[in-house]
Nanobody, 120 residues
């Protein structure tokens, strides 16, 4: 089993910044992909950004140029630096990790979610 601990959410004014962190622990052979999703009230959960073990990144169009995802493979931790935040970024942000076992089986894990509210 893998446990994910998220931190860094909160209330920020429009134009402000926040940094989310997610640390994975437990029975981990390898982490293939780490990412962040978000879900606003009444909307479906959507991908915000993801990063592979080799460093390849993928971003939602709505956050390109404002958010930066990074990971520390030694610490099994992923970060999301969010700048120029907008009210429409308000949502619960979830960390997602895809692990790889010794038999190359993938498993999907989710964090408990952290609230990000952008409001004046």
């Amino acid at each position: 089993q893998v446990q994910l601990v998220e931190s860094g959410g909160g209330l920020v004014q429009p134009g402000g910044s926040l940094r989310l962190s997610c640390a994975a622990s437990g029975s981990i052979f390898s982490i293939a992909v780490m990412g962040w999703y978000r879900q606003a009230p009444g909307k479906q959960r959507e991908l915000v950004a993801s990063v592979t073990k080799s460093g390849f990144t993928n971003y939602a169009d709505s956050v390109k140029g404002r958010f930066t995802i990074s990971r520390d493979n030694a610490k099994n931790t992923v970060y999301l630096q969010m700048n120029s935040l907008k009210p429409e970024d308000t949502a619960v942000y979830y960390c997602n990790v895809v692990t790889l076992s010794t038999s190359l089986r993938t498993s999907d894990y989710w964090g408990q979610g952290t609230q990000v509210t952008v409001s004046s």
